[in-house]
């Protein structure tokens, strides 16, 4: 049992690095030679991970294993699988099969990572030609603008492993997987979201646009939703008021409200320190709260509400995927919070100390300038 711990925890490493289903089978299929009655046991362990990749490597184990019992274990866990709303495809009673297999064509898998300084994700589909290597689509979507840019190529086998060696290399953020058909939704989205903002979609995605289409499914909610368990989450103030943590973390380290949005407020906060007027620490703190409540109010309308819950949705999956539960829970929260308006007594805290981290961020480079500039006053 100890051997099939091992091997899950590896199972769970590896799909979390982004490693192939092809990768991950070629592990475990040496252990279900040696000990065919292993199956059942990992398959019951892998139920824990709701992810797609999971069902196409519970298949392949269905498919190698020749044991009545174990074959009824694996197709338990692919319920179970399914259950937790993970897209899987079904088996069938055991009967004899045809000395002639068809190829088992691998299923498109998609992947992504978070956001950067612009607002901007790279976002990858991978499809597999059969005989002819893999085809990939890749681009960057923008909430607001919408596709930025997109390009479709075939490569080797090989030539996918150096590819996506380049991404994790170059990508600031992990890139995780994703549901191939969400990815596809994704890049829907903000085609058609180019198009309402009167942009030239790019030209790869013009010629490319029924294969996503195909891809693609329609989702009626974000994938957070169908990995956490949202009656935990929703109304708990205790998970909510975490918020302003999720800013120390390496993921939310570099967001920042736009700075012609926050200049105003950045002004008043520097003339409220430079004031002349007396003011003890407690009265000048007051001072500063109530500009920071008033930019919150002012800046997040419904219409900003409803794109930063987005972006929180979207974060939590990827937390969710990175092993990071709790965080993918209090930025599930976050999210579900701003469904409400906001309330200036007790404000939602990512918000809110967003606002002073970006304000306070913004007169600190405004300082560090002024400190760079070439004194005027001539020394005798």
């Given at each position: 049992m100890k051997e099939v711990q091992v091997l899950f925890e590896q199972i769970k490493i590896d799909i979390s690095n982004g490693k192939s289903e092809e990768e991950i089978f070629q592990l475990i299929l040496p252990l279900l030679e040696k000990d065919p009655q292993t199956g059942g046991k990992l398959a019951e362990l892998m139920v824990a991970l709701p992810d797609q990749k999971v069902g196409g490597?519970?298949?392949?184990?269905f498919e190698t294993s020749q044991e009545k019992k174990i074959r009824k274990m694996i197709r338990r866990?692919?319920?179970?699988?399914?259950?937790?709303?993970?897209?899987?495809?079904?088996?069938?009673?055991?009967?004899?099969?045809?000395?002639l297999r068809p190829l088992r064509v691998e299923p498109p898998q998609g992947f992504g990572n978070v956001y950067d300084l612009s607002w901007n994700r790279f976002l990858i589909i991978t499809l597999p030609h059969p005989g002819r290597g893999w085809m990939v689509f890749h681009g960057l979507v923008h909430d607001t603008k919408g596709l930025?840019?997109?390009?479709?190529?075939?490569?080797?086998?090989?030539?996918?492993?150096?590819?996506?060696?380049?991404?994790?290399?170059?990508?600031?953020?992990p890139v995780v997987e994703m549901?191939?058909?969400?990815?596809?939704?994704l890049f829907t989205q903000a085609y058609q979201l180019t198009l309402a903002n009167g942009g030239i979609p790019p030209p790869d995605y013009l010629h490319l646009k029924s294969e996503v289409e195909k891809i693609k499914k329609e989702?009626?909610?974000?994938?957070?939703?169908?990995?956490?368990?949202?009656?935990?989450?929703?109304?708990?103030?205790r998970i909510l008021m975490k918020g302003a943590d999720l800013l120390k973390s390496d993921l939310f380290y570099i967001w920042r409200i736009?700075?012609?949005?926050?200049?105003?407020?950045?002004?008043?906060?520097?003339?409220?320190?430079?004031?002349?007027?007396?003011?003890?620490?407690v009265q000048k703190e007051a001072r500063f709260q109530g500009i920071y409540q008033r930019a919150l109010m002012d800046l997040f309308s419904e219409e900003r509400r409803f794109l930063y819950r987005r972006r929180m949705e979207e974060m939590a999956?990827?937390?969710?995927?990175l092993g990071r539960e709790e965080e993918a829970k209090i930025s599930l929260a976050v999210a579900l919070d701003l469904e409400k308006p906001l309330n200036?007594?007790?404000?939602?805290?990512?918000?809110?100390?967003?606002?002073?981290?970006?304000?306070l961020g913004l007169l600190a480079e405004s300082y560090e300038e002024k400190s760079r500039e070439p004194s005027l006053i001539v020394k005798p």
């Open positions: 490597l519970l298949h392949r184990m866990s692919l319920y179970r699988l399914k259950s937790k709303g993970v897209v899987v495809e079904e088996v069938f009673p055991d009967r004899k099969e045809s000395i930025v840019n997109f390009s479709g190529e075939e490569i080797s086998r090989k030539g996918l492993k150096d590819f996506f060696d380049e991404i994790r290399k170059a990508s600031p953020t549901e191939a058909s969400y990815v596809g939704f989702y009626p909610s974000p994938l957070a939703y169908s990995y956490l368990q949202v009656d935990e989450i929703i109304g708990n103030d736009e700075e012609d949005l926050l200049r105003p407020f950045a002004e008043e906060v520097r003339e409220a320190e430079e004031s002349k007027i007396v003011l003890n620490p999956y990827v937390l969710f995927k200036p007594i007790q404000p939602n805290p990512f918000l809110f100390q967003l606002v002073i981290r970006s304000i």
